[in-house]
């Protein structure tokens, strides 16, 4: 069975640089959900999208943007890279009242 | 808004042995998901379990089981048989439909379960 598909899986970016996380939600799904995991922290909210418009928005910083495109893939943007942004992100995707299901995530170093 | 609670950090439990993760959550709502979640080393994020709370009957996969308590609005997971491949953070979480039909996630702060051989 096809599942979320996250890319690029490593990532290695100098601070001030800018990052690109793309999402394939698993087909017929209608909502994609980005999550930050930090080392040893639990998995932060970011932004959720339902049938293409922004349905939710958690702790995302103003230096990161998102979107859900015409064939419902999504990406993160992230700007002005820092340090604290190194971490491990998630992107789920989940159809109306069934199951949430996670990519295998993107890992993003800052140096 | 909801909120999921997991009030047992860290566990451990010995190997072929059962442990109970507890997990509370606070709705208002009648109709609603839970799912258990597991993140082993990897993270790799897992599904477990999944739990409709129209269902009466408590849901089953292999090894894991679930107690849902409506009611009480306590969402626990039992594993038996534990084997060391079971080492992970376990996440507890309520969906429900929000507004405009999308799906609201609220996530518990995690299990740590430690098997110990």
């Known amino acids: 069975a096809a599942g979320v598909i996250q890319s690029p899986r490593h990532l290695i970016k100098e601070k001030r640089e800018t990052a690109t996380l793309k999402c394939y939600p698993i087909?017929?799904?209608?909502?994609v959900y980005w999550y930050q995991q930090g080392p040893g922290q639990d998995p932060q909210f970011l932004i959720s999208f339902y049938e293409k418009m922004q349905s939710d928005k958690g702790s995302i910083p103003d230096r990161f943007s998102a979107q859900q495109f015409s064939d419902y893939h999504s990406e993160l943007n992230m700007s002005s890279l820092e340090l604290g942004d190194s971490a491990l992100y998630f992107c789920a995707s989940s159809a109306i009242e069934s199951t949430i299901y996670f990519g295998e995530g993107s890992w993003l170093t800052v140096v | 808004a909801q909120t999921v609670t997991q009030s047992q950090p860290e566990m451990s439990v010995q190997e072929a042995e059962t442990v109970t993760l507890s997990c509370t959550y606070d709705t208002s709502e009648s109709n609603y998901y839970l799912f258990w979640y597991k993140q082993p080393p990897s993270r790799q994020m897992i599904l477990v379990i999944r739990q409709e709370a129209y269902k009466q009957q408590n849901a089953t996969e292999n090894r894991f089981s679930v107690n849902f308590q409506k009611a009480a609005k306590s969402f626990s997971l039992k594993i038996s048989d534990s084997q060391l491949g079971d080492t992970a953070m376990y996440f507890c979480?309520?969906?429900?439909?929000?507004?405009?039909?999308?799906?609201?996630?609220?996530f518990g702060t995690g299990t740590k379960l430690q098997v110990i051989p």
């Open positions: 087909p017929r799904h209608d909502t």
């Open positions: 979480a309520f969906m429900k439909q929000g507004e405009g039909g999308y799906q609201k996630v609220t």
